[in-house]
């Protein structure tokens, strides 16, 4: 749809239930402003009331799971979607009056600032079933790492509970898939120095070859700066198998998942130009991906350089 056809801006502030609707023409006429049912009909019958005034353009300011259905009527009804970033829309909400934050005056805010710079939107692909394929992955892939990263960090806590110096030694190893072997098996020091030095390398050398006899030496150094075993010893030993138990179930699941990334990546035309580039792996390229969408919908790079953040101005009063 090219601007001359646009008649009027329909903003959508989303929810998971009701979105509400406000649509204002290219004059600044509002038209209506309404609850608008999660629901296909309703958000059918949204754009059908626009659509009455010229050429509708959808205005969101997030891509959730609960803008899905909306984009997908979208993209049926050939209803072209403009996305306006969270900083645009804190910063354009400063300019207008009040500082409540409510669904109508989200939506109002979303239309009026589309209308007055409708040259300046980022437009959405919402036909691209690759890039949405890549959203949800990469999404998985966020939340597996927010949790292998809880589930580290309370594993250095216990581990810290038995002892800091055998902290020291794994706890920024917990990623090495040999180390949380070893020591899911043998979880507290008195466990570790009954098993012995030539068990606990073995251990080490079947999934971290390359570290067993440093990270055994450091153990072992650990091991006996401590003597004295502190309280609780079984029950924090529990506690950091089950721990480790659930990491390595995630790593394994995110190792699967990156081997689907890096297919899906790989499929679209412009990953194969991404991966060519200094550090953009599988993972950066499909988020990167992800993120940008169709390159086309930008009017040049110093767009898209904006639109990603990295293109500040340096403003200067006098000379």
């Known amino acids: 749809m090219e601007l001359s056809e646009i008649g009027v801006f329909v903003g959508v502030d989303k929810a998971k239930t009701d979105h509400f609707a406000q649509a204002t023409t290219t004059t600044g006429v509002e038209l209506f402003a309404r609850s608008v049912p999660n629901d296909q009909a309703a958000i059918e019958k949204l754009i059908d009331d626009a659509a009455g005034h010229g050429g509708v353009p959808v205005v969101i300011d997030m891509t959730a799971s609960n803008a899905q259905l909306l984009l997908a009527v979208a993209a049926e ?19 207008y009056a009040g500082s409540a934050k409510t669904d109508p005056r989200d939506a109002w805010v979303l239309a009026d600032f589309a209308r007055r710079n409708a040259d300046r939107l980022a437009w959405l692909d919402v036909r691209g079933e690759l890039l949405l394929e890549l959203r949800v992955l990469n999404g998985r892939d966020v939340d597996l790492a927010t949790d292998a990263n809880r589930i ?7 581990l810290t509970a038995l002892s800091p110096g055998l902290e020291r030694a794994v706890g920024q190893r917990l990623v090495q898939a040999g180390v949380r072997d070893l020591i899911a098996k043998w979880s507290t020091p008195t466990a570790l120095r009954a098993a012995g030095k030539a068990k606990v390398r073995n251990a080490l050398k079947k999934r971290s070859p390359r570290l067993a006899n440093k990270i055994t030496d450091e153990i072992w150094a650990a091991l006996d700066a401590q003597t004295v075993v502190l309280p609780a010893e079984e029950t924090w030993g529990q506690v950091v198998g089950e721990l480790l138990a659930d990491l390595d179930r995630i790593q394994t699941q995110r190792a699967r998942l990156a081997a689907q990334i890096e297919e899906a ?9 991404l991966v060519t580039l200094c550090g953009f792996g599988p993972r950066t390229g499909a988020r990167t991906l992800a993120e940008i969408g169709d390159p086309t919908r930008f009017a040049n790079g110093s767009r898209l350089a904006s639109y990603a953040g990295l293109s500040p101005s340096d403003w200067r009063s006098g000379s």
């Open 265 to 273: 990546f790989l499929a679209h035309p412009l990953g194969q130009v």
């Open 77 to 95: 009804r050939q209803v072209p979607v403009a996305y306006v970033t969270g900083l645009q829309m804190r910063r354009a909400a400063d300019l």
């Open 152 to 158: 580290i960090n309370r594993t250095r806590d216990a």
